[in-house]
């Protein structure tokens, strides 16, 4: 799941601005078959995977630069790792709660045609 | 009650937390006051993780896009210095602005926005108080006329037009995730580029240069004391002794006939609301060297010229480096960014430097405005109307300020109280198209042509040399109010028209040199003409210890010239200021009973000091903190703390300080000293030499350890290259960097030569450039400090000219 998410987030994040990763974590949401632990898990996965890897590889392209001289701009105390923490942490947190938001969608508004785990009382 | 049915999520907790998460997403994706939009900041899609850099990706580059009449090809070699060939002038200005945009679109925006106090648009409300600075001194005006003579001009017209399409083209291509960082971080937005913002760069470094308002605490210093307490320590008439004229060549300058007339200027200002914005403050390291040694002179058969430029250091650099060809050019050197052209600049058989040449191009006048309606004022006995333009000044944070500006005939109102207002006039605020100078420059051959190029320059003055194969000159270049006498240095009586800046002095008249018989020229920023020279230019130059330095050093090498010896001399951290009078200061002190074993033995250390203002060394620090302490007792009781009011030229009070050392008797010279009934001027001197020599072991213990091998001298003046911004991350700090405010190779910490040249003209053309920068304005390039280090330790690069393009192997770290 995790590593199709991360798939689909590549034509969003390129073509829409940079919350465009929102959309596949919402639609993953909405298509998850897990609690919504699972969810939150699966898009902040994916997210901060994707966006580490990411950060990773570009920052390798300016000699790792890019990740100490932020570090020095952000508040993070001239730590490199720090700014690669931070990127995939609020990535990672977003997707998360956007891919939750999905799964929260279903629940709600389509809980009929889905076998619920929690059991009516 | 079953816990599951609690967790149940009813659609409303689920709207609520949509939205909310909405919410969230948004704010993440706007900058909050100062602080960056995070999210966009931070993705690796959009955020600065896409500003990777150019310089590593890059080869020869041939542009060959439609709005060129043919393609253009652009060389960058080994330092990432481009080589830009074309074939038509117009195609080589586009290709131009298109890479210095790609390079440091940021730093030209910024330069623009400061000359039309416009940066709080893009900054915020904290450079509101630099805007507010700059409209009422009248920048945005300045900025359109300037505007209008490069219009006016084809020649101008079409290098700037051309200069404003290549920018353009890189902005108008650029994505989102392109912008420059620095863009990301203030949530701001890139802009297009138009002739205007050259014409607003031009004028930035034309105030920084000639936007000096020492005249206004000269003024307050009179209010106190009267003329004749302050022309003692203040010469109206700078002593030839502090200057060093022009060499002797076969131009005979203008001779004033009598003495200069000092009387007439007892006027006394009756204004009190003094201005007191530091930009008012004169800016004291904003000069530069130049020499240039004649072929007739030098073993080699070769003209020597060497230029570097002293002003703030900043990242990005002020000044980009760059060959232009074209058919009607072929020329190295350094442009301010965001100009087209070179405003300095050389080839094989021809090469220009400029220095200030600090003339008092901005005088101050009073007058009496009608307390019932500000807006009118007394003019020959009439009470005239002032002509008003309101400029807004807008910031990112919404909020915004409206500027009156009251133009009266006796100049742009900048102060006002109840009954009275001080205006200024600024020789500045009316140039000439000095663009067009320094585009003659970049086609000239020869010294012919570089004096051709002169006569469109009006300001900021410069000491412009031009060197070829046969020889140099010397000129100061531009225009400046023609004075008789020193009335420029006061507030004037504004009630009447000044006649000074009716006609104005020009290059026919000031002061230059060509083919001097001592075969070099050479200019830092000091007096330039003795005292039969018939006009005054100005009451406040720049100490002559550099030029002295300067001559010294040349007259020595005679005719063995050699670009070692250029180097050395643009290197040079010899203190002549400490030389002159560091001997009288250890005897003063060195018999005193109270000083400790430690203090004895510093004394006597210092005593065998060269005067080398090394960044190893401990003596550097302890002259400096000693000589400003004592300077500050001389002065301080009475005319207040150095940092916020005018003192005396440091060579005048030198001079001072010897002349009473000597015995000398006349009390009334030093009625600035604290001096008791009887009191020998000797003794108070020596005495407060002693306290002096106290006060600055005890600073330098105190602050760094009671071993003076710990007083080095790059730990107590640090040298730093800040961002623009003054980001830390994208800064360099605390550099190992020799020199000091007085040496040639000058250095305060903060600023000093940001562009160092030195060219052999001739048929071994070679020559050597350095400067504390990058090509490139991006932080994460490796172009973007590459130079920083080397330049701090006075290494240059040996620089490639070619004749056509060339493909380099690229550094591969």
């Excluded at chain 2, 290059?507 to 039969?532: C, M, W």
Aim: net charge neutral.
């Amino acid at each position: 799941m995790i590593y199709l998410l991360v798939i689909l987030l590549i034509p969003f994040s390129l073509w829409l601005p940079w919350w465009g990763f929102a959309v596949p974590c919402f639609a993953m949401g909405l298509k998850s078959d897990g609690g919504r632990l699972k969810s939150f898990g699966i898009g902040f996965a994916a997210v901060a995977l994707l966006w580490f890897a990411m950060a990773y590889y570009l920052n390798i392209q300016s000699h790792g630069l890019m990740a100490k001289k932020m570090s020095d701009v952000l508040p993070l105390a001239g730590f490199s790792w720090g700014v690669f923490l931070l990127t995939s942490f609020i990535g990672g947190v977003l997707g998360g709660l956007w891919c939750l938001a999905g799964r929260w969608c279903r629940e709600v508004f389509l809980t009929g045609h889905v076998k619920s785990k929690v059991a009516e009382s | 009650m079953n816990w599951r049915v609690l967790l149940r999520l009813h659609r409303w907790q689920y709207h609520l937390y949509v939205f909310l998460l909405i919410v969230v997403t948004v704010t993440l994706g706007r900058s909050v006051g100062t602080a960056p939009a995070l999210g966009p900041l931070l993705s690796p899609f959009t955020g600065f993780w896409q500003n990777k850099p150019l310089h590593l990706i890059k080869k020869n580059e041939t542009f060959d896009w439609p709005q060129l009449q043919s393609p253009v090809t652009v060389s960058w070699d080994e330092f990432g210095i481009p080589h830009i060939f074309a074939a038509h002038d117009a195609d080589l200005f586009f290709v131009q602005g298109y890479i210095q945009a790609r390079d440091r679109l940021f730093q030209m925006d910024m330069t623009s926005r400061a000359g039309s106090g416009r940066l709080s648009e893009v900054i915020g409300d904290r450079t509101m108080p630099v805007d507010i600075f700059y409209v009422k001194v009248g920048m945005r005006q300045a900025v359109e006329r300037v505007y209008q003579s490069i219009l006016g001009d084809a020649e101008t017209r079409l290098a700037a037009e051309s200069y404003s399409a290549g920018v353009n083209h890189y902005v108008e291509n650029l994505k989102k995730a392109d912008w420059p960082v620095e863009y990301k971080l203030l949530g701001a937005r890139p802009r297009l580029w138009d002739v205007k913002d050259i014409a607003a760069v031009y004028m930035v470094m034309n105030f920084r240069l000639s936007g000096r308002t020492y005249d206004l605490w000269l003024a307050q210093h009179i209010q106190k004391f009267g003329y004749e307490k302050i022309r003692k320590i203040f010469p109206e008439v700078m002593p030839d002794e502090y200057g060093e004229p022009y060499p002797k060549g076969q131009n005979t300058l203008p001779q004033r006939q009598g003495v200069p007339a000092t009387s007439g200027f007892d006027r006394i200002p009756k204004f009190q609301n003094w201005p007191s914005e530091r930009y008012i403050q004169p800016f004291a390291t904003n000069g530069s060297n130049n020499w240039a040694v004649a072929s007739t002179k030098t073993e080699d058969g070769h003209t020597y010229l060497a230029n570097d430029t002293h002003l703030k250091f900043h990242l990005p650099a002020i000044w980009y480096e760059q060959q232009l060809k074209s058919p009607s050019m072929n020329v190295y050197g350094a442009s301010i960014a965001g100009t087209p052209g070179l405003q300095i600049g050389f080839h094989k058989q021809f090469g220009w430097g400029v220095t200030n040449g600090t003339p008092d191009i901005l005088d101050w006048y009073e007058i009496e405005i009608d307390e019932k309606n500000p807006k009118k004022y007394k003019f020959l006995d009439q009470w005239l109307e002032m002509t008003t333009t309101t400029e807004a000044i807008t910031s990112k944070s919404g909020q915004s300020t409206q500027i009156e500006l009251d133009e009266t005939r006796s100049g742009l109102v900048y102060s006002r109280e109840a009954q009275l207002a001080l205006t200024f006039r600024w020789l500045g605020a009316t140039p000439g198209n000095e663009l067009k100078t320094f585009l003659n420059l970049s086609r000239a051959k020869n010294r012919t042509d570089c004096q051709k190029a002169m006569v469109h320059y009006v300001a900021p003055v410069q000491n412009l040399i031009c060197a070829d194969t046969e020889g140099v000159s010397m000129h100061h270049m531009g225009k400046a109010p023609k004075r008789l006498n020193p009335g420029g240095a006061y507030i004037q009586d504004g009630s009447k028209p000044d006649p000074t800046w009716e006609t104005l002095v020009g290059i026919e008249e000031l002061p230059k040199t060509e083919d001097p018989l001592a075969g070099f020229v050479y200019s830092a920023n000091q007096l330039v003409h003795d005292s039969r020279y018939r006009y005054y230019l100005s009451w406040d130059y720049d100490e002559s210890y550099r030029a002295k330095r300067i001559r010294s050093y040349l007259e020595n090498l005679g005719g063995q010239t050699d670009i070692i010896g250029m180097k050395s001399l643009q290197t040079d951290d010899q203190n002549l200021h400490a030389g002159d009078i560091l001997p009288a200061m250890i005897s003063a002190v060195s018999d005193q009973p109270d000083l400790s074993a430690p203090q004895q033995q510093l004394l006597k250390s210092l005593s065998e000091w060269n005067f080398h203002m090394r960044a190893d060394q401990w003596e550097p620090s302890f002259f400096d903190a000693w000589w400003k302490l004592f300077e500050e007792s001389l002065y301080a009781q009475e005319l207040g703390p150095k940092l916020k009011n005018a003192y005396p030229r440091i060579q005048h009070t030198v001079k001072l300080i010897q002349q009473g050392l000597e015995g000398h008797s006349d009390r009334e010279l030093y009625w600035f000293l604290d001096l008791k009934d009887f009191e020998p001027i000797t003794s108070h001197i020596e005495s407060l030499m002693l306290m002096s020599f106290q006060a600055a072991w005890k600073q330098l213990s105190d602050r760094y350890g009671a071993d003076p091998r710990n007083w080095s001298w790059s730990q107590v003046q640090k040298t730093s290259v800040p961002h623009l911004l003054n980001l830390k991350g994208f800064g360099r700090f605390d550099l190992l960097k020799h020199g000091s405010r007085y040496t040639v190779d000058v250095n305060n910490g903060e600023n000093g030569a940001v562009w160092r040249q030195i060219v052999k003209i001739g048929p071994n053309f070679e020559a050597h450039t350095n400067f504390p920068g990058g090509t490139s304005g991006n932080p994460f390039s490796p172009q973007y400090d590459a130079f920083v280090d080397g330049w701090a330790k006075g290494e240059y690069r040996k620089i490639h000219f070619l004749e056509e393009p060339m493909s380099f192997q690229l550094e591969d770290k």
